[in-house]
């Protein structure tokens, strides 16, 4: 405020209040340095301005006025990517005007992940693993991975690299990013699954199965994925043996051979080792003595079986009383049998295989050798009539006949009887029967056919003799026949007593004396 005195000799005098007012123009004392805020926060500009009031204010985005905003202070409630600028304030009275200093605010992004590794994945076990995100956010953006246990140690980048992973580091793993904004940003979580390759924990050993029978094959495996399983017979692919187990329902030798299986999954194959299956064969009896068998006595007998079958083959033979002892071969020899010694024979041939073969019945005749019983004597017999020899045999087969005279067969003399039905001197001689069969032979003891002949009177005393009494007189008579030749002499009065000579003497004959005489021969 200001007056004036003004003052002479005479006395003073004082203007009225004259009040000077002086206006300053605006000077900014303090403002907002740049800053940077999280996106979504809140961002706050403000000057301290000194100067004659009234001051006006009026901010500018990227010198762009900003409607409404004219106090001391701009704020912004949430910001968003597109609040980043320069900002400044213009402060302004009626002396003049400031400008602010440049304000640069910095819009800071929270993290985002843009990209990652697949929620699901499957590797195997020996193989390398890296899990990976891709975020955006402003930097620096800090990494940390985490599985079941937790935060991973050391795995703060945004990949994490397991270089050789195990069945233990299967599980759920994901990544937090973080900045100076939040919220932190995590991954989806990605579920490790760690496959193995197959292993053989037990197997088939070898087999042997009879033919028929059944043979199964079977591995048990591990692995993951769940393997596949292919079985090879001899090196080569079994069609449709693609299971754990291979069975072979009823085999045959076509079978037998070397098997395996390779089981396969997508982390890698192994092999089962090569398991051998044979295959026996039960017996089979491919020829054997014929089915009728006769010998005679005293001769040796083999019987026989040839036998294909897996071996060792046993064989037993058998007859009618039941197993033979210490029969047990392919071959069976009786080496002089006897009547005792006929029947039926087979022979069960056996192994480890069933069922048993057992051969066709082989039937066993004992044949003998003809063997004489009884025979005629030697024989005498008168000509003309009967003469009869004979033989009585035993022998199988039945034997067969043959009469010999004088050592000659004789035509059609082949029975055990030999009938002469009226024999004369001719058929006088010796006589034998030969009895044969498939056995052998016999010959009967030579007998004597002896033939008598009747007495036949080849001389004798005329018919008519005269004698004078007292002379002698002799009759006589010549006679053949069989010796001894018996006489008997006969007259009138009959057989004369003593008159059994060829001769008759009387040795003076009287008239007594004289009649018919004859003999009797």
């Not at 079986?305 to 033979?324: C, D, F, H, K, M």
Request: charged share 0%; glycine share 8%.
């Amino acid at each position: 405020t200001y007056y004036c005195i003004g003052s002479n000799s005479c006395g003073s005098v004082q203007s009225s209040n004259i009040v000077l007012t002086v206006k300053e123009t605006p000077e900014i004392s303090s403002q907002s340095s740049s800053f940077a805020v999280c996106k979504g926060s809140s961002a706050n500009f403000s000057v301290t301005a000194t100067g004659s009031t009234p001051l006006s204010y009026q901010w500018y985005k990227d010198n762009v006025s900003i409607g409404g905003a004219t106090n001391s202070t701009y704020p912004i409630s949430s910001t968003s990517t597109s609040s980043a600028a320069t900002y400044s304030c213009i402060v302004s009275n009626s002396c003049g005007n400031i400008t602010s200093s440049n304000i640069v605010l910095t819009i800071n992004t929270a993290p985002v992940i843009t990209a990652q590794t697949s929620t699901t994945v499957s590797v195997c076990s020996g193989q390398s693993m890296t899990f990976s995100v891709t975020a955006t956010g402003t930097a620096p953006l800090s990494y940390q991975w985490y599985d079941g246990s937790g935060a991973i140690s050391g795995a703060t980048g945004n990949t994490y690299t397991i270089n050789s992973v195990s069945s233990s580091d299967a599980g759920n793993y994901y990544c937090s990013v973080s900045n100076s904004c939040s919220p932190n940003a995590t991954s989806s979580t990605i579920v490790l699954t760690v496959n193995t390759a197959p292993t053989i924990s037990a197997q088939s050993t070898n087999q042997t199965v009879c033919s028929g029978s059944a043979a199964n094959f079977s591995v048990t495996a591990s692995g993951s994925p769940t393997p596949s399983y292919q079985w090879y017979y001899n090196n080569s692919a079994i069609s449709s043996a693609n299971n754990n187990q291979y069975a072979i329902s009823s085999v045959s030798s076509s079978n037998a051979g070397s098997y395996y299986c390779i089981i396969t999954n997508s982390c890698g194959a192994t092999s089962s080792t090569t398991k051998a299956l044979t295959v026996n064969s039960a017996p089979t009896i491919n020829s054997q003595t014929g089915s009728s068998v006769s010998l005679c006595v005293g001769q040796s007998m083999t019987f026989s079986v040839n036998a294909t079958g897996t071996a060792p083959l046993s064989y037993q033979w058998y007859n009618g009383s039941g197993a033979i002892g210490g029969a047990s071969g392919s071959n069976y020899t009786i080496n002089s049998i006897t009547t005792s010694d006929a029947g039926t024979y087979y022979c069960v041939v056996s192994n480890s295989c069933s069922p048993n073969a057992t051969s066709n019945n082989i039937a066993l005749t004992v044949l003998t050798a003809p063997s004489l019983t009884a025979q005629s004597a030697d024989q005498t017999v008168c000509n003309g009539a009967a003469a009869n020899f004979s033989v009585t045999a035993s022998g199988s087969p039945s034997p067969s006949y043959q009469w010999y005279y004088n050592n000659s067969a004789i035509s059609t003399a082949t029975n055990n009887q030999y009938a002469i039905s009226s024999a004369s001197s001719a058929n006088a001689g010796s006589y034998y029967c030969l009895v044969s069969n498939s056995c052998g032979t016999v010959t009967s003891s030579s007998k004597l056919l002896t033939i008598n002949t009747a007495p036949s009177i080849t001389a004798q005393t005329s018919s008519s003799v005269s004698r004078c009494s007292g002379q002698n007189m002799t009759f006589s008579v010549t006679a053949t026949g069989t010796a001894p030749l018996y006489y008997q002499w006969y007259n009138g009065n009959g057989a004369i007593s003593g008159a059994s000579g060829s001769t008759y003497t009387i040795a003076s004959v009287s008239t007594a004396h004289a009649g018919t005489y004859y003999c009797v021969v």
